[in-house]
């Protein structure tokens, strides 16, 4: 994932949810799931690695 998205120049932040509880807290919240990756973009949760949603959200 951190990969894809600096291919394509697109700034992330990127949170360990195995160390950080409230960004751990957030995704669930934001999700409803513990998977990772997850990638939110304008405010869509894209869980695990999906490059076709990714490429039509991120055009």
């Known amino acids: 994932m951190k990969e894809f998205l600096s291919q394509k120049g697109i700034a992330f932040n990127e949170v360990d949810v195995a160390k950080d509880a409230r960004g751990r807290d ?6 409803g799931v513990m998977a990772v990756p997850q990638v939110l973009v304008d405010n869509e949760v894209v869980v695990g690695f999906d490059r076709q949603r990714l490429d039509q959200l991120l055009h």
């Not at 957030?26 to 999700?31: G, I, N, P, V």
């Open 26 to 31: 957030e995704m669930l919240a934001k999700s």
